[in-house]
């Protein structure tokens, strides 16, 4: 999807296909702002949809976005409950959960990391972690 048709100069996200996969095999994901891109497979498997996901370190905006569309279009991303959804990204939210303690100097603030976490056990994600 190129952003700058809606007007946003820059894209904070990128998803690169390879062009051995048929383009009647995917979809693109309509979520309208510069700091995601997704689409969806589609095949025997089902559906998976993947989005790239940037989180602006200076605000939950970006957040804010991703929460809605997953609450009213997050069935274009998941037709059916049996389906799979994948955010890879630049979440720029660091927690106790997935930061060594180490880092505590990393951890986001309450205001900072609760939305995020909020529209993660929302959906149904959870971090894959190393």
């Known amino acids: 999807m190129n952003h700058s048709l809606n007007g946003q100069p820059h894209s904070h996200s990128l998803l690169l296909i390879n062009t051995n996969i048929s383009a009647d095999h995917y979809s693109y994901l309509r979520i309208c702002h510069h700091d995601f891109t997704g689409i969806c497979f589609t095949g ?33 991303a998941r037709p059916d409950d049996e389906d799979h959804m994948l955010w890879l990204g630049d979440f720029n939210c660091h927690h106790e959960s997935w930061e060594p303690h180490t880092n ?24 894959a972690l190393p």
Do not use: A, W
Not at 59 to 68: H, K, Q
Not at 104 to 127: A, C
């Open 44 to 76: 025997i498997f089902g559906n998976l949809s993947i989005i790239s996901t940037y989180i602006e370190i200076i605000n939950n905006s970006s957040i804010n976005i991703l929460s809605s569309y997953i609450d009213t279009q997050g069935h274009k």
């Open 104 to 127: 505590t100097h990393l951890y986001s603030s309450p205001d900072r990391i609760d939305p995020f976490l909020d529209v993660l056990f929302e959906s149904g994600m959870m971090m």
